[in-house]
């Protein structure tokens, strides 16, 4: 939990609620096809948990905000580009949502996929 002490009372913000704001922020974003597991464990704890945060690592370190996401891009786009403009859309939406400054976005490209067009 991020504690924030304000003149009226303290805040906590948990770290799940700051995995949301940036899957939602991901999901937004132009070329990403979808969050993808870090590791194996990763991939298999979401094949029995369905969580629609997996991808998303946040860590409190020294009062900053650390995100790193695991992406997978869309075939053809290009790969720095999309990276980022996921960067840029998630630092601006948790920072406005929250009023917090993020320290440090990482993105991992995880994979390419190509869609059936259909997106």
């Not at 075939?75 to 920072?95: D, F, L, P």
Request: charged residues 20%; hydrophobic residues 40%.
């Amino acid at each position: 939990m991020k504690k924030v002490n304000r003149s009226l009372g303290d805040i906590q913000i948990s770290k799940q609620a700051i995995a949301t704001i940036t899957f939602q922020a991901v999901q937004r974003s132009y070329g990403v096809v979808g969050l993808a597991a870090k590791n194996i464990a990763d991939e298999l704890a979401h094949a029995i948990v369905k969580d629609p945060t997996h991808g998303i690592d946040v860590e409190y370190k020294n009062d900053e905000i650390n995100i790193d996401i695991y992406i997978i891009i869309e075939y053809g786009t290009r790969i720095k580009s999309v990276a980022a403009s996921v960067a840029n859309t998630v630092r601006y939406q948790v920072e406005s949502s929250l009023g917090l400054p993020v320290n440090e976005i990482n993105i991992h490209v995880q994979g390419l996929r190509i869609s059936n067009g259909e997106n």
